[in-house]
């Protein structure tokens, strides 16, 4: 992780300005790419470290979805909406890839409509309600974070399928965290009710970071982020007691399943429609 400091960063330019939210930076990432899987790599598990990548993406997408028309203004409406675009995006090619590793072929649809919640392997923390809009702020400020840290590490995987979407997803999710960041200041800093709302919401992840910690190491990286935000935000860093159970082995919360029936019922109910 670089040593800038994400919260000073926030107001400078950007020389590469190619925010997707924006318009801009469409590119195939894949260009070129050789889509064996390489002499060497597990092809099983690359398999596992896609799916649970590509499924903290769908489901976290799928939260950010449910803001639209219920955001508190039309600018954050269009962010957020994008930003989970953005995490669809990198769920669709990991899922690709999968498929490629695990032998099966199969594609990106087969993944994300046709498995059940316990088939399922993405944190927890991402299936969550929504709840207010401080407490989605900080969610992404969490899971961007250690998204970000994480793909930043698999930009150099000895498979170059997946250190080509970790390489330009460390570019969306730049953005993601920045833009989380900068909120969680404002209403750290705001009134006294965001101010309560936000301290609020750190509250609510601290109890599912064990499990983000667990499945990656990247708590440093982590850490460093959350307290440079919460002290320019006025805010305590969140405590984390790790909770038993993970949503890598498919133990979820009562959130995830209708989630995916919203998220699923259309195809499972033509399977074989196009459109």
């Known amino acids: 992780m670089s040593d800038d400091h994400v919260y000073l960063t926030l107001a400078e330019g950007h020389e590469d300005d190619t925010r997707w939210a924006y318009g801009t930076g469409f590119e195939d990432p894949l260009h070129g790419v050789d889509t064996a899987v390489p002499d060497g790599v597990d092809a099983a598990a690359l398999a596992a470290v896609c799916v649970a990548l590509a499924d903290d993406a769908l489901v976290s997408a799928q939260r950010l979805g449910e803001w639209v028309t219920r955001a508190p203004e039309l600018e954050e409406e269009v962010a957020l909406a994008n930003i989970g675009l953005d995490l669809l995006g990198q769920a669709r090619l990991l899922y690709s890839r999968a498929g490629q590793a695990d032998g099966t072929a199969r594609g990106e649809d087969a993944y994300a409509y046709f498995r059940d919640p316990a088939d399922f392997r993405n944190v927890r923390l991402a299936e969550l309600p929504n709840g207010d809009f401080a407490f989605s702020v900080?969610?992404?400020?969490?899971?961007?974070?250690?998204?970000?840290?994480?793909?930043?590490e698999l930009a150099a995987h000895p498979d170059p399928v997946l250190a080509a979407v970790a390489g330009k997803g460390v570019k969306e999710l730049s953005y993601h965290r920045q833009y989380a960041a900068e909120w969680?200041?404002?209403?750290?800093?705001?009134t006294d009710e965001s101010h309560r709302r936000t301290r609020r919401a750190l509250e609510q992840v601290g109890p599912y970071l064990g499990e983000l910690f667990t499945a990656h190491d990247v708590r440093d990286d982590v850490v460093t982020v959350l307290r440079q935000v919460t002290e320019a935000a006025g805010l305590p860093m969140p405590v984390y007691r790790p909770l038993p159970g993970s949503g890598r082995d498919g133990e979820h919360t009562g959130h995830l399943a209708p989630l995916l029936a919203e998220l699923q019922g259309v195809a499972r109910a033509h399977p074989e429609a196009t459109w």
């Open 138 to 152: 900080v969610r992404l400020l969490v899971l961007a974070s250690w998204r970000l840290a994480h793909f930043q």
């Open 184 to 190: 969680t200041v404002r209403l750290g800093d705001g």
